[in-house]
């Protein structure tokens, strides 16, 4: 698909909407731009999404719950091995 845009006077420029929808661009999306072999690549920059999550688990006590988890799975094991040697 072969789309145009101009270079604003600030250097701005609009990606045609069927590009934005097709490549799920959405307002606030943050976008890479590198040079590959001459040509100018923009692709959605995946570290973005991953940067967005710092901090949106802090105070979970996920350290408390990954504690509490391993030991009910101690739990079974001991259980399960429990019912083995019984046979």
Do not use: W
């Not at 040079?35 to 920059?45: I, N, S």
């Not at 688990?57 to 040697?85: N, P, Q, T």
């Amino acid at each position: 698909m072969a789309a145009t845009a101009v270079i604003s006077s600030k250097g701005q420029i609009v990606i045609p909407a069927a590009l934005r929808k097709k490549f799920r661009l959405k307002e606030g999306t943050v976008v890479a731009f590198r040079e590959e072999g001459g040509h100018l690549v923009l692709e959605p920059d995946p570290f973005a999404a991953v940067l967005a999550l710092q901090g949106s688990l802090k105070g979970k006590g996920l350290e408390r719950m990954l504690i509490e988890e391993r030991r009910k799975e101690r739990e079974r094991e001991d259980r399960r091995e429990a019912l083995y040697s019984r046979r």
